[in-house]
């Protein structure tokens, strides 16, 4: 073993961060994480026991399978939002409406936890938008003139069809949204 050797186990740490970051970054990544956070108390708290010294406190109802099967979609979701980024409308969507059944269902929600994380998380996903690579915007300004008017004057997106056909858009500022007064 060599005195580089911990120089070495920082790059690939480095490395490893940085491919995370990226991987991270092309995909809903937090949106996935609150659906799967907001699945796990919903399917645990149905099977819990909470011992408070002698006394056993069971929080099972009759719903305990329909908790189960809750949160099993809710995680899997989250995990689909992860590693299928096409899907981000229909499993915010689904998790949206598994956050609203949990809440008769399933203890409120996982007390509300489940329901708040779930709710938040499927919120997220069905917002997400993929950015785009700033060498893409580069070019795509580029060809437009680099100027609002080129957007406003029939300015067209990466397939040649118009962005902006009535002529009034914020990038050139005549539908007033924008303006101060």
Known sequence: MSAESPVQDEHYLRVFRQNFRVWRGNRPFWAGLF???GGIPIMYFPYANL???????????TAGAG??????????LGVSLWFQKHVQTFAGVAAILL???SVPVSNFGGF????????????????W??????????KTA????????????GGTDGLGEPNDLSGTSP??????RHSAG
């Open 171 to 176: 990038a050139n500022g005549l539908n007033r």
């Open 67 to 76: 908790s189960l099967i809750i949160g099993v979609l809710l995680v899997v």
């Open 112 to 127: 509300l936890i489940g329901f708040l994380f779930s709710m938040v998380g499927g919120a997220m996903a069905v917002a």
């Open 99 to 101: 956050a609203l059944v």
């Open 129 to 138: 938008a993929p950015g785009k690579p700033e060498a893409e915007s580069v």
């Open 142 to 153: 580029a060809g437009n003139g680099g100027n609002a008017q080129g957007m406003a004057a």
């Open 35 to 37: 659906v799967l956070l």
């Open 51 to 61: 011992q408070l010294g002698n006394l056993t406190l069971a929080m099972s109802t």
